[in-house]
């Protein structure tokens, strides 16, 4: 199993539309919760961090984290064709070391 | 934010010759940075912990006598994949963390390695 599930999609959306990204991880120690942005042959960029369970909002997204059932989302409201990338979620322990999902791609369409 | 860079963008070599991959911490000094590898449409994959003034820490599964890491001061950490091979072609990413933040890390841009 690996520690962190991510269903790598691709996802299609029209723009404007509410789009739901999740990860699943199997490591109850994890306690950093971040979710990056990777445009292609490009690295990755930082767009939200939660430290244990919670919501956090930023603009247009939404981060969650459920510590309980192992479960964090991304949302991004009113998406746009510029939001088209792909989504990686990350966890963290104590060490600073990442674990990242797949990856999810995302295009919405104008 | 912090900015770390990576030389070369983009390199091809020959099969059974090696490349150096070049990781820099451009304002701010970094006594850890992490090596990546990411292949078509797959996650970044830790390879190792690259730890100034001491040896790196490789991954289970990572072959440190091919992967050569030198973090020779507290801005640079070098990767050289020796012998490379086409299986090796990948694009390796490097990270250096936030030494002010318990999860902020700042990547590089990646390097693209073709072996033909």
């Known amino acids: 199993q690996k520690e962190v599930e991510q269903d790598p999609g691709p996802l299609s959306v029209p723009e404007g539309a509410i789009v739901s990204l999740n990860c699943t991880y199997s490591?109850?120690?994890?306690?950093?919760f971040m979710w990056y942005r990777q445009y292609s042959r490009k690295g990755p960029e930082l767009l939200m961090y939660?430290?244990?369970?919670g919501n956090k909002e930023d603009g247009r997204f939404t981060a969650q984290v459920d510590k309980s059932s192992k479960y964090i989302s991304l949302f991004i409201r009113d998406s746009q064709p510029s939001d088209s990338a792909t989504y990686l979620c990350a966890v963290s322990g104590s060490a600073r070391q990442l674990t990242f999902g797949s990856g999810t791609q995302l295009t919405v369409l104008p | 934010g912090a900015v770390v860079s990576q030389h070369p963008s983009w390199v091809i070599c020959k099969s059974g010759t090696s490349v150096k991959i070049e990781c820099r911490s451009l304002?701010?000094?970094?006594?850890?940075m992490f090596w990546y590898r990411q292949f078509p449409k797959q996650s970044l994959m830790l390879m190792a912990t690259s730890n100034e003034g001491s040896k790196a820490t490789y991954e289970q599964g990572v072959e440190k006598d091919k992967f050569l890491i030198n973090h020779a001061s507290l801005t640079l950490s070098t990767l050289t994949v020796t012998s490379a091979h086409p299986e090796d072609s990948s694009f390796y990413i490097c990270s250096a963390p936030d030494r002010g933040s318990s999860y902020e890390q700042y990547f590089g841009p990646g390097t693209r390695l073709t072996v033909t």
């Open positions: 490591n109850s120690a994890f306690q950093y």
């Open positions: 304002d701010f000094q970094a006594t850890t």
């Open positions: 939660t430290y244990s369970s």
